[in-house]
Every structure is written in C-alpha cells, then in structure tokens.
C-alpha cells in the first residue's frame, strides 16, 4: 500500500514539475554579467528612490512589501494545496485503520491553514491600516 501510495505521490510531482517553465545554464559569461547588471541596477534604482537624508521612500517600500507578501502567500498556498492533496489521496487509497489515521492528521492541517492564512489576513490588515494613517 505504501508503495503505491509513493508511485501516485511521484507521478503527481513528476506531472506538477512537468507543467513549470525549464530555465537552462549556459556558460556565456556575458548572459550572467548581464543578469548581474540587472540585479546590480534593479539595486541602484531602490537605493536612489532614497531621500537626501537616506530614508527610503514609502513608495519603493511598500513595492517591496507587496512583493514579499505576493511571495509568500503563494508559497503558503501551494503548500497547503498539495498537503490537501497528499492527505486527499492517502484517504482515499487506505483502508478504514488508515482512514483513521488520516482524519488524525486533519486536525494540524486546519490548524496550520488557519495559521498561515490568519497571519497574512493580518498582516494585510495592518498594511491597509497604516497605509491610511
């Protein structure tokens, strides 16, 4: 039963990590410098958005927040979708002791989604309440 339970787990992640873009290497130096210029100017613009007196401007900062929220709040939601998914097909695929097992495991899976999701909720509130202020 595990075994097939980890062949359907490795043809799941198989099938997510064919639907990504590929990114090849290559050993062109200029494309790295290139990509390093970049970074290096993205860089530069950030620090220039700065006042005279070395503050950062709210504008660049809060570019900046959205982003890392963005980031992350995807991150949490892959995350909890393909755990769904795993304990989704476990359940499915196991017996009624295994069942049991499962419906166990329920229980920090919620409290996790609740966590996580509460968190950003937050935190998007408290961004919202001090951008106003």
């Known amino acids: 039963m595990k075994k097939r339970l980890f062949s359907i787990f490795i043809v799941f992640v198989i099938g997510i990590l064919g639907m990504c873009n590929c990114t090849y290497a290559a050993n062109n130096t200029s494309t790295r410098n290139q990509s390093i210029n970049q970074i290096m100017s993205s860089a530069d613009n950030f620090i220039s958005g700065a006042d005279t007196n070395g503050t950062i401007s709210q504008s660049n900062m809060q570019n900046t927040i959205d982003l890392i929220y963005n980031v992350l709040l995807g991150i949490g939601l892959i995350v909890a979708v393909v ?17 049991a097992q499962i419906k166990e495991k329920l229980f920090p899976y919620v409290t996790g989604c609740v966590i996580i999701f509460g968190a950003f909720g937050i935190w998007k509130l408290i961004m919202i309440l001090l951008g106003s202020v």
């Open 83 to 99: 755990c769904g998914i795993v304990l989704g097909i476990q359940f499915m695929v196991s017996s009624a002791e295994g069942q």
